[in-house]
């Protein structure tokens, strides 16, 4: 069907303990950051503990990094589990608010950012030569992004970076838990299903 629906996955778990029993091995993983880039709750916390303290002393001098921009560093002791690479991405906080006007126009920004941490964190695994790159739900703990709203995003964004890419050859989207996951599923079944609609009637 769809070579690059063929080249993503959805797992549950840990993004920092990726599954030893694929068939593929995850060489980066995405980590959703602050602009501080020194660590947070979250899954940036768990990134933190697992890559350990160097990771801390070699973001401290790399300036931050805007929301919707991305930078990539060496895994430290997440080396051990087979993870070169760290991309530190800054996701936007959603900003619900009560004028309507203001909120419609904030989302479409937050839409955008969205989707830039997505193909900015894509570029650089492919810049670096990844195989596989794992991505957290970026935005949808505490800085609030509607969950199913931003699984949209992020498919259809990684999607179309790898119809055009050979590098990374596969996405995973490593969900907390399997309600998140559900959601995914459900965004690329109705995505998939929308393609062979659209190739039975060209
Ligand atoms: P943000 O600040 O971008 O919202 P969070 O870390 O609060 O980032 O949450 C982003 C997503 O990562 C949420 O769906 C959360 O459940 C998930 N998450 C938290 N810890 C982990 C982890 N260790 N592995 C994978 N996903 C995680």
Redesign the pocket.
Same mark, same amino acid.
């Given at each position: 069907m769809n070579e690059a629906l063929d080249r993503i996955t959805i797992v549950t778990?840990?993004?920092?303990r990726p599954r030893k029993d694929q068939q593929w091995a995850v060489d980066a993983i995405v980590n959703?950051a602050?602009e501080s880039l020194r660590g947070?709750? *979250? !899954?940036? %916390?768990?990134?933190h503990r697992a890559a350990g303290p160097r990771l801390l002393a070699h973001n401290a001098k790399l300036g931050g990094c805007r929301t919707g921009l991305a930078k990539i560093t060496p895994a430290f002791d997440l080396e051990a589990r087979g993870i070169h690479h760290i991309i530190h991405t800054v996701?936007p906080?959603w900003h619900a608010d009560d004028d309507e006007i203001d909120a419609k126009l904030g989302d479409v920004r937050e839409d955008v950012l969205l989707a830039s941490c997505y193909t900015r964190s894509l570029e650089l695994a492919a810049e670096h030569d990844c195989q596989c790159v794992a991505f957290?739900?970026?935005?949808? *703990? !505490?800085? %609030?992004?509607p969950?199913q709203r931003a699984a949209q995003i992020a498919v259809s964004h990684v999607l179309g970076f790898l119809a055009t890419h050979d590098r990374p050859q596969r996405v995973v989207f490593?969900?907390?838990?399997e309600a998140?996951a559900g959601i995914y599923c459900e965004v690329i079944e109705t995505r998939d299903q929308w393609m062979l609609n659209r190739k039975r009637l060209g």
């Open positions: 778990g840990d993004i920092t959703a602050n947070g709750g *979250g !899954v940036d %916390g768990a990134i996701g906080i957290p739900a970026i935005s949808t *703990g !505490v800085y %609030g992004f969950k490593c969900c907390f838990d998140d």
